[in-house]
Nanobody
Framework: VELAEFGGGSVQAGGSLRLSCAASGFTGSRYCMAWFRQATGKEREGVAIINHDGGTTHADSVKGRFTISKDNAKNTLYLQMNSLEPDDTAMYYC????????????????WGQGTQVTVFS
């Protein structure tokens, strides 16, 4: 499975961006997907997960501001980011794993190259 992210860019604090991740190749009948991010000098952190059944998990730092969703017909994952803050500045990665349920601490098999999000005040 190949994953490719789109939609990163620079935005003023308080603004919005929507990231997309196109998945190509056979994902199988059970495949969960997620967004991670890594800021310069910091460890990678989980942002949001969407499981095979559509259930979602969002990190506390983004709850109420970010929303993960998926269009199964288009094999595309999304991350709607509202009320962006300078601390959201990071490289954002799409990830996928052939499993019914996933967690931030679990391993993900497939990774995209990342897309940069920069939030300026």
């Amino acid at each position: 499975v190949e994953l490719a992210e789109f939609g990163g860019g620079s935005v003023q604090a308080g603004g919005s961006l929507r990231l997309s991740c196109a998945a190509s190749g056979f994902t199988g009948s059970r495949y969960c997907m997620a967004w991670f991010r890594q800021a310069t000098g910091k460890e990678r952190e989980g942002v949001a997960i969407i499981n095979h059944d559509g259930g979602t998990t969002h990190a506390d730092s983004v709850k109420g501001r970010f929303t993960i969703s998926k269009d199964n017909a288009k094999n595309t994952l999304y991350l709607q980011m509202n009320s962006l803050e300078p601390d959201d500045t990071a490289m954002y990665y799409c990830a996928g794993h052939p499993s019914y349920l996933c967690s931030f601490r679990g391993g993900f098999r497939d990774w995209g190259q990342g897309t940069q999000v920069t939030v300026f005040s």
